[in-house]
């Protein structure tokens, strides 16, 4: 009976920890006093779980040892006691970077593994708090500290952390993620998709220290569709709700006090006069401060206003044409999920060459590296939320991960000038459930940010009995404010002599992006354009598909599939493909494909037309 009620009393702990979740979200990380945890773990490969469940060895009737064997207990074997784990002697693994591209053997793997960090830290001021701060990981996170569990995160690519103020001493702390990869039909997204799912922490670990009621998150913008009002709000967390702060833009001259109420929210709208405004030509960013009485938080902002007119696109009123190309976030070059700001700065400097003032960060929030530096480089930029293909549309349980996973990228990018488009979905069949799913998503993210477009990446369809008429119909066109459109006529769809003979039919008068179009090359495979796989056929599709889109009334952008080539388990054709999708402008080995220059020429043109306007 005793042996029964531990038992139960373990599972219950167990489970009672699975169902917390990490604290609230403070942003701009960046600009606080942190500390970083980057660098090596010792971790341990466990895709059978033993890490909670090998009990077996120990006498049930004695919880302290019984909990020993589980791995975040972090346990060294105390003389002949049986301890089947030694973090101390366990191999290394890089923070931040994904556990495919670092070991041979974990390049295919999807379950656990425990990671641990030792660490020594002397807080500032001793009534200061402290948080760990995990940017990113794929894809279950669940976080242990000094035998504690901190809490745990869902979804691969948005930050999280935990406050650890209590847990903390000077010296010997240390903290246990085990992060679990594997896919999952409920998941965001779910089973299959078209990239690799790299596994880890993908993104760096900091400890953040803050006072004890400190500024955890604001939102500072132009109010929407205006040029001399800001509106947002400032959230504090701490004991000192009620209080006054100041926001000042020392360069605008603005000193505007705010205060907060009994929950720590400040709401405010407040004038600013002779704002220069960001834009890609010019992306001037402001300090922008946040003062209480026991902090100051500095930022870098831009304001600018985008919005849409009939089919028009405007950005600060101007005519606007999106010059894009999509993006995964991935270092072709070394292999893996690209991670600070070395391989941020090679993908957008790659896109600067093609004459690019926008990129798709696809399929999920890429790191915040991408988007702090697309604000300085003045690259605007579409966020997309992992809803891909088809997701399990009425399970709410699904639902509640992809609101989440929306909720915290748009928390954490909502003062990025770059970012003009929240993407609720890419390429998600229609249906009735879909619908209202996807209409819940926008709901959500209209009501957190209401000064940014929204849009999805829908799929269009052959009017029947007429194959070369397509029609974009989507009843979710509806709900967007861009409509955005992948198209593959001349690789999925027909050859390239397809394209020129194609009439559209879209029927709603709003901005149309034309989200994907392309073909496969491998890099250096010649041959006569008809041939597929060389890059004389990519070079094909990408000429005919750029006399076709100018067309479309409604054309205000593009972004071709895809910057570079990239890792895909479903691309297996031996000699050609071996692993990558070929779709890149760029191979693996950094070589522009013929493509990559009829799409700059275009660029370019394009770029002449819209300063004429
Ligand atoms: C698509 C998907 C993208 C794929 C691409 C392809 O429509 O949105 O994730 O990688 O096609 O190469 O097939």
Redesign the pocket.
Known sequence: MKKMVVRILGFWLISVNIALSQDAQITNIQNRNTFSLNGKWNYIVDPYENGYYNYRYEPYDQMESMSRSAFFMNSEAKGSELIEYDFNNASTLLVPRDWNSQEKELLYYEGTIWYRKLFDYKKKKPSNRLFVHFGGANYQTDVYMDYKKLGKHVGGFTPFNFEITNLLKETDNYIIAKVDNKRKAEGVPTLN???WNYGGLTRDVQLVEVPETFVQDYFIQLAKGSYNEISGFVQLNGKEQSTNLTISIPELKINQMVKTDEKGLANFTFKISKVVLWSPENPKLYEVIVKTNWEQLSDQIGFRNIETRGSELLLNGKPLFLRGISIHEENPIRGGRATGIEDARMLLNWAKELNCNYVRL??YPHNEYMVRLADKMGILEWEENPV??TIQWQNQETLENAKNQLKEVITRDKNRASVIIWSMA??TPASEPRLVFIRTLIDMARSMDSTRLISA?LEKHQKQDEPLTMVLEDPLAESIDVLGM?E?LGW?DGFPEKIGKVKWEIKYNKPLIIT?F?G?ALQGLHGDKSVRWTEEFQEEIYNETIKMMVKIPQFRGVTP??LTD?R?PRRTLPNIQDGW?R?GLISETGNKKLAFWILKKFYDEMELKYKKN
Do not use: L, R, V
């Open positions: 998709t078209d990239w696809a399929h891909y293909w890419n390429e990446a992948n593959y999925y994907e392309g496969d599939w895809i990239f895909s999708n779709k």
